[in-house]
C-alpha cells in the first residue's frame, strides 16, 4: 500500500521533471508557468496532465494539433515512479521517524539524477544548475547526519568509514580525479568535463565502496548498449554517445542493490 503510494508520487514527479527538462533548455520560467503542448503552444489543461493516464486517453496525441506527444513523457513518469517505489521499499519505515528524512533526501538525489539522466540524452549536456545544486545538498546532508550522530555518540571513538561524509568525500574524489584524468589526456574524446563533475555527486551520494560497483556498471551497460547500437546500425563507432544516462542507471542500481549484487558475486566463487 505504501509502496503504491511512492509509486504514484513518482509518476507526478517524472511529468514535472519532464517539464523541468524541457524548461532548462528553454530557459523559460520554472513552475508558475502551466505547461504547454511544444507544438502548437496551447495550454495544457488540468485534465490532460494527468502522468500516463492522459497519454493513453489522448491516444498520444495533444487534444489541439494532434501532434504526436514524445514517448519520453510517459517513460519518465514510469521510471520515476519505480524508482520511487523501489526507494520507498529500501529506505523507508513509517513508524521509525528517523528514516523520513533520509527518505526524502534519496528521493531528492534520484529526482535529480533523472533529471540529468534526460537532460544529457536529449542534449548530450549535463544541466549545471541542477547539479551543483544536487552536490551543495548532498553535503550539507551528510554533514547534518554525521553532526546528529556525533551528538549521540558516549565515547569519543569515531570510525571515518562508519560517517556519511568521509566516505562519500572519498570516492567523489577518487572517481572525480579517474574521470577528469580520461578527459583531460584525451581532450574529451573519450570522456566529457561534465561526467567528472557528475561524477562527484554519485560519489556524494554513494560513498565508499558503493561508488565502484556503480561505476563498473556504468561501463557495462555503456558497453552492451554500444554493441547493440552497432549491431542495429544506429550509430557509427566515432558518433558520440551520452555517458551520463549510463552513470545514472549505474548509481540507482547500486543505491538500491548493492548488496545482494555484491553478495551475489562472492556466491560465485564458494565451492561446495
Ligand atoms: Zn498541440
Known sequence: ??????????????????????????????????????????????????????????????????????????????????????????????????????????LFMASSLITILVYDFLYLEIPGSVLWVSIFLAVIFGLYLDGTSLLKLENNTVNLLDTITYPGILSATTAFVFFFSLSFFSKEKWMGMGDAYLVILLGLILGWPEILLALFLAFFLGAVYGIIMLAMKKKKMKSQVPFAPFLVLGTLIALLFYLPIINWYFSLFITY
Request: charge should be positive; include cysteine; aromatic fraction near 18%.
Open 1 to 106: 500500500m505504501l509502496i503504491l503510494i511512492f509509486l504514484i508520487a513518482g509518476l507526478i514527479v517524472g511529468s514535472f521533471l519532464n517539464v523541468l527538462v524541457y524548461r532548462i533548455h528553454t530557459a523559460e520560467e520554472l513552475i508558475f508557468d502551466r505547461s504547454k503542448c511544444p507544438h502548437c503552444k496551447k495550454q495544457i489543461r488540468w485534465y490532460d496532465n494527468i502522468p500516463v493516464v492522459s497519454f493513453v486517453i489522448l491516444k498520444f496525441r495533444c487534444r489541439d494539433c494532434q501532434k504526436k506527444i514524445s514517448w519520453q513523457y510517459p517513460i519518465v513518469e514510469i521510471f520515476t515512479g519505480v524508482i520511487f517505489a523501489l526507494v520507498g521499499w529500501k529506505f523507508f519505515v513509517l513508524i521509525d521517524t528517523a528514516s523520513w528524512f533520509p527518505t526524502a533526501y534519496y
